[in-house]
């Protein structure tokens, strides 16, 4: 079959803009929180399922591996749902010139930064009750 | 006005099937849905008071607790479909690993959704002890 003419791929583009970075991240986001979805289906599975089979969950899902998994789904979840109000403003026309961008850029990271302390210190406190 | 379309596409029935924004569209509605969902489920999980089985069943027995859990998980499952189907569309050139990819990831999807439905309806319908 004939080569067809694709569009330029990743490279092409410069990263730095800052735009772009912010919505390739939005998709990588997107694909952890994918994979977090294993975890709560997996604990809502738990729950369901005998008070022994919880405790296992439960024990697997409180080590270490996991807490690290947990601080990766909250710096994604906060970002992915910044960002993605974002996307849908985008997609109403507003706040596409380059300017606008790039200022929306700051205030999504800002807003992340400031989601993820909240969260941070509210699950911190959780962690210390539930233990 | 001559038509852009060719015979042969005509005849072929080829062309548009009216399904264009479709999957863009969803991909919105689900957002939307998903920024009260996804906060509420991390406020009201942050709210209790432990986490053990009998506290977890207790909150997730609840009405309201149950209905929107259901529709967290319809939702999350379906954004998410929507979402690395198209990572796949755009990084996999391989037609062949695409669709295989494609096939296992939406087959993933359904087993997640209907797991994560049937898990809180056994719960909110008192069948977990």
């Known amino acids: ?88 403003v985008w997609d109403t026309g507003h ?37 | 006005m001559k038509s852009l379309r060719s015979p042969l596409g005509t005849v072929a029935g080829l062309g548009s099937a009216k399904s264009g924004v479709h999957h863009w569209w969803l991909q919105r509605l689900t957002s939307i849905a998903l920024v009260p969902l996804t906060i509420w489920f991390t406020v009201a999980l942050l709210s209790l008071p432990t986490l053990d089985h009998v506290t977890v069943i207790a909150w997730m027995a609840q009405s309201w607790t149950a209905l929107l859990l259901v529709l967290l998980v319809l939702v999350a499952t379906y954004h998410s479909q929507l979402g690395v189907r198209v990572v796949v569309e755009d990084y996999v050139h391989n037609t062949g690993s695409r669709t295989l990819i494609l096939v296992l990831l939406t087959f993933l999807h359904a087993f997640l959704a209907v797991a994560g439905v049937f898990a809180v309806l056994k719960v909110a319908f008192g069948g977990a002890s």
């Open chain 1, 95 to 131: 706040g596409l010139e380059r300017t606008q961008a790039q200022k929306s850029t700051w205030i999504v990271v800002t807003a992340t930064v400031v989601l993820v302390a909240v969260l941070g210190y509210w699950l911190f406190l959780a962690a210390g009750r539930a233990s």
């Open chain 1, 1 to 88: 079959m004939r080569a067809r003419p694709l569009s330029p791929h990743l490279t092409i583009y410069r990263m730095s803009r800052y735009s772009l970075l912010s919505s390739i991240t939005n998709r990588i986001t997107g694909v952890v929180l994918s994979i977090g979805l294993l975890a709560l289906i997996y604990w809502l599975m738990a729950v369901a399922g005998s008070n022994r089979e919880y405790l296992r969950a439960h024990e697997i899902l409180s080590s270490g591996f996991f807490k690290l998994v947990y601080a990766g789904l909250l710096l994604a979840f906060c970002y992915h749902l910044v960002a993605g109000i974002r996307h849908l």
